[in-house]
């Protein structure tokens, strides 16, 4: 793989979502958006990163916020990491498909209408944290699951990359430092392994 030479323009990083993006109880370059900007920083990509999520949000609410803060121009590199809140609240999953389908066309169109610019991530098991101590970590797993095979079918029709974090964020039922001190949301320990399963991906991208 060769790396691309120093350039004095950065690279345009639009990344959409919810807690898991706007990177709740950690700060500001602990998010995996902005580690991955650091590590393709060494890779001598420059890369200007723009972030619109906020915890809580659902795919209608991320529409909203989205909405109220338009993306400006096209980006060379987009990421959508959405869905964890409808599962929280018990949303239905073909309510989830159609807002996720929409939410991931809208995705394409901020990276130029290329699909092969856009990463999606699957939604993490907040199930194995210390937040969801006597609840059914079994029901939460399989309800996840659930959902991201809605939006890995989704990925693939679209024809975009698709990144899996669920997997790691299962590590932290055995190494509690992936996980923040809030006892729910990732740790700046794991938002790196999901900005170094990313990477690569971007890397070929922007190449």
């Given amino acids: 793989m060769t790396t691309p030479a120093p350039s004095s323009q950065s690279v345009r990083f639009l990344a959409l979502g919810d807690s898991y993006t706007i ?3 950690v700060v500001e370059n602990e998010r995996w958006p902005n580690q991955l900007a650091a590590m393709l920083s060494n890779k001598n990509i420059q890369t200007d990163v723009t972030i619109i999520a906020r915890t809580g949000w659902t795919t209608s609410e991320l529409w909203q916020g ?10 060379d590199l987009v990421s959508l990491l959405i869905g964890v809140n409808n599962q929280y609240r018990g949303y ?3 309510t989830y498909r159609d807002e996720f389908r929409f939410l991931l066309e809208k995705t394409i169109e901020y990276a130029g209408g290329k699909p092969e610019h856009v990463i999606l991530l699957s939604i993490p098991d907040w199930g194995v944290t210390p937040f969801a101590s006597g609840r059914d970590r079994d029901k939460i797993a399989n309800d996840i699951d659930a959902f991201n095979l809605i939006n890995l079918d989704e ?8 990144v899996d974090v669920t997997l790691a964020s299962r590590e932290a039922l055995k190494d509690p430092g992936l996980v923040a001190g809030d006892g729910l949301h990732p740790s700046a320990k794991m938002y790196a392994e999901w900005a170094k399963l990313v990477l690569p991906i971007a ?3 922007l190449e």
């Fill in 92 to 94: 239905d999953l073909d």
């Fill in 203 to 205: 890397i070929r991208i």
């Fill in 155 to 162: 990925s693939k029709k679209m024809g975009v990359h698709y």
């Fill in 23 to 25: 990177g709740k109880s």
């Fill in 66 to 75: 989205i909405q109220a803060n338009p993306p400006q121009g096209k980006y």
